[in-house]
């Protein structure tokens, strides 16, 4: 067990950070003193991070004005549903693209369906089949949610898990006749939810589909998911002490 920390003020931690919005991609290896420990506070050497969506749009300034240095949580989404749901036991999992790049993978992840949103009319074959929609768009531009509103069954659920930097499209109330729904986002897990959820993972064998990636290669890391190039989860790897 390592030795309890004795001297708070001695204490420093280092990490690569960026210290304005406009200067996003370029960061700095930075030595800082974290908050003073409380007595439910643990001290862990990290070996590995994960880049979320949420830390691009925060360094960015994309969800507004921040204060810098800072890294947001991270969350796995996207990929992970497909796998989720299948683990959960859906008959059908339907994945949604603009395109057909990631048809391969998403029925290789658990996908029983693919479409692609932006062939026209792609939502007439679903009308009203789908009983629930997680939406992971990182972006609102280019985003058909009429038309996949339109794949809901009565009273079916919509749920964003993405918050994009741009604004959401307006719906017409003639778009919202065809059958009632419920439009909602994700909110945090509790820590209960967070264990079931583990242990379905390993129950059930579900896993990130990641590229590990060096830490100090953290700009080019921002800049990939920034492009959407990731396949799909980097992973930074610690080579600070190194």
């Keep these: 067990?390592?030795?309890?920390?004795?001297?708070?003020?001695?204490?420093?931690?280092?990490?690569?950070?960026?210290?304005?919005?406009?200067?996003?991609?370029?960061?700095?290896?930075?030595?800082?003193?974290?908050?003073?420990?409380?007595?439910?506070?643990?001290?862990?050497?990290?070996?590995?991070?994960?880049?979320?969506?949420?830390?691009?749009?925060?360094?960015?300034?994309?969800?507004?004005?921040?204060?810098?240095?800072?890294?947001?949580?991270?969350?796995?989404?996207?990929?992970?549903?497909?796998?989720?749901?299948?683990?959960?036991?859906?008959?059908?999992?339907?994945?949604?693209?603009?395109?057909?790049?990631?048809?391969?993978?998403?029925?290789?992840?658990?996908?029983?369906?693919?479409?692609?949103?932006?062939?026209?009319?792609?939502?007439?074959?679903?009308?009203?089949?789908l009983d629930f929609i997680i939406c992971t768009a990182d972006v609102a531009a280019g985003v058909a949610f009429k038309e996949l509103l339109e794949t809901l069954v009565p009273m079916g659920k919509f749920v964003m898990v993405a918050l994009p930097d741009d604004k959401l499209p307006s719906l017409e109330r003639s778009s919202l006749l065809s059958s009632a729904f419920f439009d909602g986002c994700l909110l945090r897990e509790s820590k209960k939810e967070a264990l079931e959820m583990l242990q379905l993972a390993a129950d059930k064998g579900v896993k990130p589909w990641i590229e590990v990636m060096s830490m100090s290669d953290v700009s080019k890391a921002v800049r990939g998911l920034k492009d959407g190039k990731p396949r799909y989860r980097y992973v930074l790897k610690q080579d600070i002490d190194q």
Aim: proline share 4%; hydrophobic share 35%.
């Design 1 to 129: 067990m390592p030795a309890p920390i004795q001297n708070q003020q001695e204490l420093q931690f280092r990490g690569y950070a960026v210290e304005d919005t406009e200067n996003w991609e370029k960061f700095k290896l930075i030595d800082f003193q974290p908050k003073p420990m409380g007595e439910h506070d643990v001290d862990i050497k990290t070996e590995f991070c994960g880049v979320c969506g949420s830390d691009v749009h925060t360094i960015t300034g994309g969800w507004g004005k921040v204060n810098l240095v800072s890294w947001s949580r991270g969350e796995f989404i996207s990929h992970m549903a497909i796998q989720f749901s299948k683990a959960l036991g859906c008959d059908e999992i339907v994945a949604f693209s603009h395109s057909n790049n990631k048809e391969k993978d998403a029925m290789t992840l658990g996908a029983t369906k693919f479409v692609a949103t932006r062939e026209g009319g792609f939502q007439k074959p679903l009308l009203s089949s």
